[in-house]
């Protein structure tokens, strides 16, 4: 019979001290996260210049928001589902279905045809695929980062959680500069025709790439090996269902990380997409200067991401994130008006980086404390649906902003969303239970257990 890994002491902090496998495990989980997001935004930033060719000139950009929203509401069905097949048959299966899906998905999109061919025909198959890709892109780090937080050693998570987090805008630089230099190169011309394909090509490939090394090197951690053991020992013991998760005994939970992500969701929304956004149209910046902007930003942001997800290994995952949302509620809102009213190149720079640090920074312990929420048995569904579908509300601000722009101002209205997104941080972590840095250092069910056992003493604690 063939032996299982064995897990690590709690004690232990050096990567080399896992198997193989889990060091394999925590490799992917880092660089797969750097992969699915450059899935996510592929169709944000290299769709762009193409999408007069995709969609016809007289809806490219009302299109372009379509193809972003297809995506987003893939991502919520997504976690649901792929979710609970990691519950249910493994994180590592799982994975390597989604990394496959996605992988066919971006291929799919480099082989549409232009709107001149196809008509209509080219946009409805783009939705479709971005739709699915959503579906794909979401049950993959529904089952891959909660496998990489199960292999890794209790005093490395937040550290790992921090570095699979800030693979997103790693991605998006990445993305940012690939365009750049593909448009240079070919010509807007000829990128927007065929150049595009390159990236959607090489993302596939990437996928593909994952899938094998997953297939080869990576594994299921000892801790879903131990929960199959029990099930096979209890047969008659019910299943966790999904109605477990939203009223039934996971509800507490499941509820307050998804009021906690709802407002990483807006201050994302608000620091970076519309904070893009209002550089280009309201500070005089040139297209390439604000790229500069965000893209100097977007470093600093990742790097302070990792240390905060290191950081509350020390102080705690609820005060740190106590910390940084008071610090978006109360601040951040100051600094966004420096940014979006700078006179120079030098200020916005310094205050969107500085704006980007004390928001979004916050998700650095994200995938170490939605893993320690929830227990083995439904770890990756509680992921999966607190992580996706808190992005919903957030997402449907071109909606609801201008009902608030006559009230409270251009300015007024996205400053006062920075705040709600601080307050609803502050209020999420302040809901759920709070264990001390070395209770935390402890295998995952062990803290899960801890969690749910603190869970009445939420704010009063």
């Known amino acids: ?110 082989l549409l045809p232009t709107y001149e061919v196809l008509g209509t025909g080219t946009i409805i198959s783009m939705l479709t695929l971005r739709f699915l890709g959503g579906i794909f892109v979401a049950g993959q780090y529904s089952a891959a980062i909660p496998l990489a937080m199960e292999w890794s050693t ?29 448009l240079m190169v070919l010509g807007p011309d000829a990128y927007a025709v065929w150049g595009w394909r390159i990236l959607f090509v ?36 019910p299943r966790a269902r999904l109605r477990d998760m939203l009223v039934g005994s996971w509800a507490p939970a499941f509820w307050q990380v998804f009021l906690l992500m709802t407002g990483l969701w807006l201050l994302t929304n608000s620091t970076v997409l519309l904070l893009t956004a209002r550089l280009a149209t309201d500070t005089g910046l040139s297209d390439t200067r604000v790229s500069v902007t965000i893209g100097i930003a977007t470093i600093a942001q990742a790097l302070v991401m990792a240390v905060a997800g290191h950081l509350s ?10 910390m940084w949302g008071l610090g978006a509620m109360l ?26 640090v004390i928001t979004v920074a916050a998700y650095g312990p994200v995938s170490a404390y939605l893993s320690e929420r929830f227990p083995t048995e439904v770890r990756s569904t509680g992921y999966g649906m607190g992580y996706s579908l808190s992005l919903v509300l957030p997402a449907l601000y071109p909606f609801y902003l201008p009902l608030i722009e006559p009230v409270l101002g251009r300015h007024g ?6 705040a709600l997104g601080g307050g609803l941080v502050v209020l999420g972590a302040l809901l759920g239970p709070r264990l001390a840095p070395r209770e935390i250092d402890q295998e995952l069910d062990v803290v899960a257990a801890k969690f749910a056992a603190g869970q009445h003493k939420g704010v009063l604690s």
């Open 1 to 110: 019979m063939t032996q299982l890994p064995t897990a690590t002491s709690a004690s232990s902090t050096r990567l080399s001290d896992l198997p193989p496998a889990g060091q394999a495990a925590l490799r992917a989980g880092v660089v797969g996260n750097w992969i699915d997001n450059i899935h996510v935004f592929l169709p944000l930033t290299a769709l762009a210049p193409a999408m007069f060719a995709l969609a016809g000139p007289t809806t490219a950009a009302s299109t372009a928001a379509l193809v972003v929203v297809a995506m987003l509401f893939g991502r919520p069905l997504g976690g649901l589902i792929f979710g609970r097949l990691s519950d249910r048959f493994g994180r590592t299966r799982t994975t390597r279905i989604a990394i496959g899906g996605t992988a066919a998905c971006a291929l799919a999109i480099a």
């Open 413 to 418: 209205s996205v400053m006062a969303m920075v």
């Open 313 to 322: 290994t020390y102080l705690g995952r609820r005060r740190l994130f106590v």
């Open 202 to 237: 090489i993302g596939a490939l990437l996928s593909v790439g994952l899938l094998i090394y997953y297939g080869r090197q990576v594994t299921d951690a000892p801790i879903f090996d131990r929960k199959v053991q029990r099930e096979l020992e209890q047969p008659a013991k």
């Open 154 to 182: 209790p005093r490395r998570r937040g550290l790992m959680s921090g570095l699979i987090l800030s693979m997103a805008p790693w991605a998006q630089a990445s993305i940012a500069l690939a365009v750049a230099l593909l």
């Open 331 to 356: 601040v951040a809102p100051i600094i966004w008006r420096l940014a979006i009213t700078s006179s120079s190149l030098g200020q916005a720079i310094l205050c969107t980086a500085v704006l980007q």
